[in-house]
C-alpha cells in the first residue's frame, strides 16, 4: 500500500535557481607607454628667448632714463643684445637646432658690473674760505686746479637757482661730481661718468656729514679732530 501511495502521490517541488545574468568581460587596460615625446621645435625655444632680450632692451632705456645707469652701461648693453638677437635670428636660419650657441649666459652683469662707475676719492671744500678741508680715498687732482673748478661750479649753481649737484668730465674719462652743502662741498672723484641716481646718492652722505659735524664747521679755525665721515661708505 505504501509503495501505490508513493506511486500516484504529487511530486515534492524543488526550488528554482535563478540562472545568473552573464558578467562582462574584463577589458585589458593598456599600458603606459614608455615612447619618449616628440622633441619640442627649436625655433620655439629661440623665439621665446627673442622676445625676453626684447624685453630687456625695453628696460634698458626705462632705467636709463630713471638714472639706473649711465651711458656707458646703457651703449654696452644695448651692443650686447643687438648682437646677440642678430646671432641668434641668423643660427635660426642655417642651423635652428644650434641657436643657443648665440646666448652668452652672465654677461649682461658683467657689463654692468665693468661699466658701474666707481668712487675713487673725496675731497671737501670750505665754502668761506674756498680752501680743503680734507681728503679721502685717492683724490689725487691738484687744489690749483679744484679752485677754479669750483669756482665755476658755484656760478653755474646760482644760475640754476640754488642746484645742488653737478659734474663734468676731466682727464683720462674720469668724472668730477659737485655737491653743496651749507658750509662745505663735497667734490668727488670717480673713474668713470656715474650715473644719475648715483650722483643723487652722494647728497645724503654729504648732508649728513654737515649734520653730525655742525658744532666743528661753525668754529674758526676748523678742527677735524673727531669729525665722522660717512662718504667712506662709498669708497668701500
Known amino acids: 500500500m505504501n509503495w501505490l501511495q508513493r506511486l500516484f502521490s504529487p511530486p515534492e517541488k524543488q526550488p ?17 607607454s614608455s615612447a619618449p615625446s616628440s622633441p619640442a621645435d627649436p625655433r620655439e625655444g629661440a623665439e621665446s628667448h627673442l622676445r625676453e632680450v626684447q624685453t630687456k632692451t625695453n628696460k634698458l632705456a626705462e632705467d636709463f632714463a630713471r638714472g639706473e645707469i649711465n651711458r656707458d652701461t646703457f651703449v654696452h648693453l644695448y651692443e650686447h643684445y643687438q648682437q646677440q638677437r642678430q646671432d641668434i635670428e641668423r643660427l635660426l636660419d642655417i642651423s635652428p637646432e644650434n641657436w643657443r650657441e648665440a646666448v652668452s649666459q652672465g654677461k649682461s652683469i658683467a657689463i654692468r658690473r665693468e661699466h658701474f662707475a666707481k668712487a675713487l676719492g673725496f675731497s671737501i671744500y670750505e665754502n668761506v674760505s674756498g680752501m680743503p678741508l680734507a681728503t679721502l680715498g685717492k683724490f689725487d687732482l691738484d687744489s690749483a686746479l679744484m679752485v677754479p673748478m669750483l669756482s665755476s661750479y658755484r656760478e653755474a649753481a646760482r644760475e640754476m637757482f640754488g642746484s645742488r649737484i653737478r659734474s663734468t668730465q ?63 661708505y662709498y669708497l668701500q
Not at 16 to 32: F, G, N
Not at 184 to 205: D, F
Not at 208 to 228: H, T, Y
Open 16 to 32: 528554482l535557481i535563478k540562472d545568473k545574468a552573464p558578467q562582462p568581460a574584463a577589458v585589458p587596460v593598456p599600458a603606459a
Open 170 to 232: 676731466i682727464e683720462n674719462g674720469r668724472w668730477v661730481c659737485f655737491v653743496s652743502g651749507q658750509f662745505t662741498t663735497l667734490i668727488a672723484l670717480y673713474n668713470t661718468e656715474p650715473a644719475a641716481r648715483q650722483l643723487q646718492q652722494m647728497e645724503e652722505p654729504h648732508l649728513f656729514f654737515e649734520r653730525a659735524n655742525k658744532p666743528r664747521l661753525q668754529q674758526s679755525p676748523i678742527n677735524l679732530d673727531g669729525m665722522v665721515f660717512p662718504h667712506e
